[in-house]
């Protein structure tokens, strides 16, 4: 017979259970490749944008390359619109990148309250201010890997500012109207906007990623709105088979859902 040892049992080492029912199967299960990228088909989505929006640009205001980074941090969940509304004051009140490193943050955030989220806003504002001034002679930086060293900046951010302050074509800007047309265009099926950018940069020219960014954003706001987009006056309306289009003059006999506007 065995003896029984003296002194406290052995700590139990707990057991990790898995219950499958709680995994998340869209954690692991790969996005499916988007099917509208043959060349041909990207070559007619950039005729239609070039048709519709020639000289498609930023609306952000701005007189340089700060200014327009100030802008672009306002323009997180806020309209251009309503930056627009704020921004000649502002610049008015800190005329130079130094101004805004030495605000008082409670005056940034009162002049950019309209704006929305402006307690992070102004810690953006101050943080990337200073670091201009510390770090970079008091010049917007002119690299990716710069601009993203500054408080409050992503790649959306770092984007705007190198393509349309600098001309330099760092990537596609990925706000919520490229993220939106993105999928209705079947140009990427991806959720998160750092792989959309990968996709789309796989496809588009390089040389048309400042251009093809702005006419995207522009198509968005104007014709390929979020709840119901007007695809009876888009140019692209042939070549789109999103599931959402409101108008559709494709053969009957192609399999695809289509809400007609009624
Ligand atoms: S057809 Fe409709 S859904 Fe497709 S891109 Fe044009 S507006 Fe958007």
Known sequence: MKKTPKGPPPARTPKTHRNPKSANPSATKPVPKAKGTDPVRVSAILAGLDDAYPAASCALTHKNAFQLLISTILSAQCTDERV???????????????????????????????????????????????KIIDDFGGKVPRTMEEMLSLPGVARKTANVVLGTAFGIP?????????????????????????????????????????????QLIW???????ARRPKCIECNLEKICYAEDKTFSSWPAARPRKVTIAR
């Open 170 to 214: 760092s990537g596609v800007v990925v706000d919520t109207h490229v993220q939106r047309l993105s999928h209705r265009l079947d140009l990427s099926r991806q959720n998160d906007p750092k792989k959309i950018e990968q996709d789309l940069i796989a496809v588009i020219p390089r040389e048309r990623w400042i251009l093809f960014s702005h």
């Open 219 to 225: 198509h968005g706001r104007k014709v390929c709105q």
């Open 84 to 130: 627009n509304q704020v921004t000649p004051a502002l610049f008015k009140q800190y005329p130079m990148p130094h101004d805004f490193a030495v605000a008082d943050p409670n005056d940034m955030e009162a002049a950019i309250r309209p704006t929305g989220f402006f307690r992070n806003k102004t810690k953006s504002i101050l943080g990337a201010s200073r």
